[in-house]
């Protein structure tokens, strides 16, 4: 009985010292015209929660909204939950289909999608979901004929091979 109790308490002081000494890491809070940004995240777009705006890091280092309708955009911010995108099966798409990776940008965090694509007039196929692991790129086929994507976690996510850059 003696065994039991030493061993659950040395498990409980090893876990107890794994949550200490674990490094904190906070959500990438989300973005607000006019807040700073990055310069490293210069003409990267992002989406105000809720789907709400769309707010461009300038190279100025500011946030600044964008009118839709826009082109394609080949590099995304998500942060939190997520933000909700539409693919090329839509009218004015956000990003194009392909190849995509989405960078953590944190080593807790994950990056996940989640794709609805059009099957036919007003039909879509269930969801395909995309999971990477914690702090490891998560490579993606962005679907053709995509209604939505929403990009989940703190990632950048960016076209592997964009239009005038190969």
Known sequence: MWRCGALL????????????????????????AGAPCPADLADVMTRLPNVGDFLVCQASGSWAPVLDPFDPVSRWLSYGSGITLHGQGFRNPNLRSGSWTATPLN??????ADQVTVIGPGELAPVVHSLGEAGQPLQLTVLPKLFTITMNGDCLWSEDHPPGMW
């Not at 498990?11 to 490094?23: E, N």
């Open 107 to 112: 080593p807790a965090a994950v990056c996940g």
């Open 9 to 32: 308490a040395a498990t409980a002081t090893t876990a107890a010292l794994a949550f200490a000494t674990a490094p904190a890491h906070a959500d990438v809070a989300a973005p607000q």
